[in-house]
């Protein structure tokens, strides 16, 4: 007898047919784990030919990329409320929520445990969270324009900071993750990027760099 899923009806063309296998990446994910995720049984939940798959993404890595990479974008929205504390706790309050679903589990594991030494996993990893980066920018951005932030604060070290303690206790300490969590992130990340340590990170090489 044949799961449903594997009886899936045809869904279509274009935009449809993407988001149709990348949910069904996500749920072999969850369901199976990365080891066992291959081409063949996400065409089968998806209700397309493999063919179709391999038309657009070349192996399991890259589609497994291209799907973390647009659920992320989806299931952590960027926020624009218009203050930075009020985006800041949107954002982490989101981060919070996605990796404590049953889908951000099957992520979290497949990106950190596991495979995740791989190379092609290491890759995959950094894309993610780099595509992440570059979305949430904004939220920076538009803050040093309002003046709520100090204008040579990077958005890319805040971002990390803010996220840092949300994953400390996803991958490393076991500790419940909330909006309790969430919150103090973002008192936390505010403190910092106001006092003005969220600059640049310059390494000890670039004035050697600069004074030649």
Known sequence: ????????????????????????????????????????????????????????????????????AEHMALDIPVPDTGAIETDLRALARSLARAFTSPTGQAILAAMFTGAAQLPEIAAARRHVFDDRLARAEPVVTHAIERGELPRDTDPAELLKTLAAPIYLRLLITAEPVDETTADQAVRVTLAAARAGVLRPVRRDDEPAKAAR
């Open 1 to 68: 007898m044949q799961s449903d899923h594997s009886t899936a009806r045809p869904v279509g063309r274009g935009a449809k047919v993407r988001a149709a296998v990348h949910a069904a990446t996500l749920a072999e994910l969850v369901d199976k784990g990365y080891a066992a995720l291959t081409i063949e049984n996400v065409a089968r939940r998806a209700g397309v030919h493999k063919t179709t798959v391999y038309r657009r993404w070349k192996d399991r890595e890259s589609l497994l990329t291209d799907a973390l």
